[in-house]
Nanobody, 123 residues
């Protein structure tokens, strides 16, 4: 059974940093891409970053480019999201998701994602 478990959310002041983790199990890690999307109340879901595990290629939406960094520890089947220069607009529930592939234009969803972790940025 595919499982993705997020951790690392919390409350931080604007300008601060958080590091999210996504521990994956139940599938061959190298065969997939893993990314992050977020959901804020009253807003559309936004998929904003993805990493192709096999070759390490990374992708970012403009809203987070230059502030967030996605990485993976393939030995531990874990993906990380380092979030710097956080803004109140980044407040949302953050989910890690399993993708068949990702590119600058499109993340191919598998329908598998974790339970989410809350990130709250105060002004």
């Amino acid at each position: 059974e595919r499982q993705l478990v997020e951790s690392g959310g919390g409350l931080v002041q604007a300008g601060g940093s958080l590091r999210l983790s996504c521990a994956a199990s139940g599938f061959t890690f190298d065969d997939y891409a893993i990314g992050w999307f977020r959901q804020a109340p009253g807003k559309e879901r936004e998929a904003f970053s993805c990493i192709s595990i096999g070759d390490g290629s990374t992708y970012y939406a403009d809203s987070v480019k230059g502030r967030f960094t996605i990485s993976s520890d393939n030995a531990k089947n874990t993906v990380f999201l380092q979030m710097n220069s956080l803004e109140p607009e980044d407040t949302a529930v953050y989910y890690c998701a399993l993708y068949l592939m990702c590119s600058d234009e499109y993340y191919m969803d598998t329908g598998s994602w974790g339970q989410g972790t809350q990130v709250t940025v105060s002004s």
